[in-house]
């Protein structure tokens, strides 16, 4: 059944990622409890074939299941309240959102049509929906809605996104710092906040930013100055989980990425900006962004604004489609093609 929810205007006429946000949406009004926890079986980005840690164990973090088989036998969606110790934990909001991103992604890879159509067709379509979720990130900052603001940082925060373009990236982080500026004035920055994966969630951050560091930097960038062109990000997050005693967690390499930022910069030496209202002026860098970005081209053709869906192979015409595709037939088939117009999401195996 299709659902009855608004369509926004960033998608095409008929378009797969338009149905999984509309879906997203429709899961959103039809689940109440949307953002309660849940858990997760394995670390995200976990290897089985790496060795269980030590420092996992000396951390209380438990070995990963042997296999995760969806919450049949593992512990895979089981509510928190059962397992309050359990580490891995995501809202069900955050979660779906994961899910909605990566069915975007798969939709934005021609090899999964058995089609070429430019180089690194999927890794610029990549960037469009990282650009997308920053955008959804944007709506809900406009909403006042910091459940809404979580659920993207949670949802990349566990998507792998080291593909993304580095001015895209700094204000991915950006989006980050400004997020925990909220939780700071929500009261929700500590170790009692309502939000339960606070230090796993900076974790995976930090992490990541220390594998995929920004470049994107301004020299002449002021401390306090509620701007950020890139510097010094996991010192910021150190910062923060030191002043609200956060204990921050997660991957493996934690311990490793702190302390490397802490050779920069020792996180009592860093200068947060003043002011309780968007303090690091996000919403300034992001219609900034959008100004600089809209006329980017991506593959052959230019984009009249960031995000959007003009990488989906989905939203192109059947015609399209057959002549990019090695076997010169549509990789859509007629009955996809209905289901697709009907609201359907189709999801790339």
Not at 180 to 200: W, Y
Not at 239 to 258: C, F, K, M, Q, W
Not at 324 to 339: A, C, G, R, V
Request: proline residues 6%; contains cysteine; hydrophobic residues 35%.
């Amino acid at each position: 059944m299709a659902s009855t929810t608004p369509r926004s205007k960033r998608w095409s006429r008929i378009s797969t990622s338009a149905n999984a946000d509309k879906a997203y949406h429709q899961f959103l009004k039809d689940t109440p409890d949307a953002y309660t926890y849940i858990c997760i079986c394995t670390r995200p980005g976990f290897n089985p074939d790496d060795e269980y840690d030590s420092s996992d164990e000396d951390n209380n973090i438990p070995p990963p299941q042997s296999q995760c088989d969806g919450g049949e036998t593992c512990i895979c969606f089981k509510p928190l309240t059962s397992h309050p110790d359990h580490p891995w934990r995501f809202t069900k909001a955050g979660l779906e959102t994961m899910i909605t991103y990566r069915i975007m992604i798969d939709l934005r890879d021609p090899d999964a049509f058995g089609m070429y159509t430019f180089n690194d067709h999927a890794g610029f379509g990549a960037l469009e929906v990282v650009q997308n979720a920053i955008l959804d990130f944007r709506d809900a900052v406009a909403k006042g809605d910091w459940w809404g603001m979580w659920a993207v940082c949670e949802a990349l925060g566990w998507i792998d996104d080291g593909g993304i373009l580095d001015e895209t990236n700094v204000l991915y982080e950006h989006m980050f710092i400004a997020m925990l500026a909220e939780l700071e004035k929500q009261g929700q920055l500590g170790p009692n906040s309502d939000v339960r994966n606070l230090g796993f969630i900076m974790g995976m951050y930090a992490s990541e930013a220390t594998n995929t560091p920004s470049e994107y930097d301004d020299p002449d960038t002021q401390p306090g100055s509620g701007t950020y062109y890139g510097e010094i990000f996991v010192q910021y997050l150190a910062a923060y989980a030191t002043r609200r005693n956060v204990t921050i967690h997660g991957p493996s390499d934690l311990d490793e990425s702190i302390a490397k930022a802490e050779e920069v910069t020792d996180p009592e030496d860093v200068v947060f900006p003043t002011g309780n209202k968007d303090p690091w002026k996000w919403v300034a860098a992001m219609k900034a962004y959008e100004k600089r970005n809209k006329g980017v081209a991506f593959g052959a053709s230019r984009k009249s604004n960031v995000g959007g869906d003009s990488l989906d192979i989905t939203t192109f015409s059947s015609a399209e489609r057959k002549r990019k595709s090695f076997t010169k037939t549509d990789p859509l088939t007629p009955d996809m093609i209905k289901s697709i117009k009907e609201g359907e999401v189709l999801q790339m195996s």
